[in-house]
């Protein structure tokens, strides 16, 4: 898993405009949808099959282990 810094996750943030395609590996399990605006504290929501926020703290925690916006991977 890897960790963000604050610059790496306001690039992501700008990143991710309405309708991007997102995927992730949040704590070893896979998932993908389109964002959706923002969610609690600032996070970005994903709407796939079941929403998902994707937030600062759980970027900078390390609770990802893959992180693509657009065909752009970030972790």
């Known amino acids: ?3 963000l810094n604050s610059g790496q996750i306001d690039e992501f943030k700008r990143a991710c405009r309405d309708g991007s395609r997102v995927e992730w590996t949040y704590q070893g399990n896979p998932g993908s949808g389109k964002v959706s605006g923002s969610g609690f504290m600032g996070g970005v929501k994903v709407q796939g099959i079941l929403s998902h ?23």
Do not use: E
């Not at 609770?63 to 693509?68: A, G, H, Q, R």
């Open 1 to 3: 898993m890897s960790s």
């Open 53 to 75: 926020v994707i937030s600062d703290h759980g970027l900078s925690s390390g609770m990802y282990s893959s992180l693509v916006v657009d065909g752009r991977r970030f972790i």
